[in-house]
């Protein structure tokens, strides 16, 4: 798609330049200017270049217009792919697209995993209905996308867990407001009645604690202190 982006701002620009210079040669150089008006077989000839010169034009601007169309369409069926329809966080196959990224290439000593779990989905499912369950689902991965904001990056990891990770210099800072923020707008949210009470647990591991620099070392590290404690 870039190629033809490319190629189609080329051709833009040349036959803008084009018409550029035909204005100005018709305008400003009065040799030229004498011999159109003198000439009926010249302003033929020019007129005749002008409908293919248009047509042209025309024919570029639709296909701007179409490619752009093509990439907002294309924007978001990829958003929709990697997207997890209850959430609407990043979804698995997005949380590993970026794990991949990482794959090749140890990861700095900063560099900080946060596991996520909702522990009592099945309790509200059971207790309340499912459709309570799934706006709990709903109602947690805003906040966590909220608390991520600005941070890192956060997403969906199948069942009931969530990923977010830092990278920044400053990720454990990062995670410690991360985990904040999400602690500030739980409690708020099960102070309110008319919400089932989110319970979650939270399992953590940065880059320095492991002997080997693999990401999904770090991984592996913050799922297993996902522990029996409930928030």
């Given at each position: 798609m870039k190629k033809l982006d490319i190629s189609k701002t080329i051709q833009f620009v040349v036959f803008a330049l084009l018409g550029a210079f035909?204005?100005?040669?018709i305008h400003f150089d009065q040799d030229f200017s004498r011999d159109f008006a003198e000439s009926q077989s010249m302003r033929t000839l020019c007129f005749m270049?002008?409908?293919?010169f248009s047509a042209v034009f025309i024919s570029i601007f639709?296909?701007?217009?179409?490619?752009s169309k093509n990439q907002k369409e294309f924007s978001t069926l990829k958003k929709a792919i990697n997207s997890d329809s209850l959430s609407n966080l990043a979804n698995r196959n997005s949380c590993d697209e970026l794990i991949a990224e990482y794959e090749e290439t140890s990861i700095d000593e900063h560099f900080t995993c946060v596991m996520l779990e909702l522990t009592n989905l099945q309790e509200v499912n059971e207790r309340h209905g499912r459709s309570e369950g799934n706006r709990m689902i709903k109602d947690f991965a805003g906040i966590v996308y909220m608390a991520c904001v600005g941070k890192g990056f956060v997403g969906r990891n199948g069942g009931n867990k969530y990923?977010?990770?830092?990278?920044?210099?400053?990720?454990?800072e990062d995670c410690k407001t991360f985990l904040d923020r999400i602690s500030d707008k739980i409690k708020e949210y099960n102070n309110d009645p008319v919400n089932?009470?989110?319970?979650?647990?939270?399992?953590?591991?940065?880059g320095n604690e492991l002997e080997k620099k693999d990401i999904h070392a770090l991984i592996s590290l913050a799922d297993r202190r996902l522990t029996d404690k409930t928030l």
């Open positions: 035909c204005l100005y040669k270049l002008w409908i293919v639709v296909d701007f217009t179409m490619y990923m977010a990770l830092f990278e920044r210099d400053t990720a454990v089932p009470d989110i319970k979650y647990n939270i399992g953590l591991s940065v």
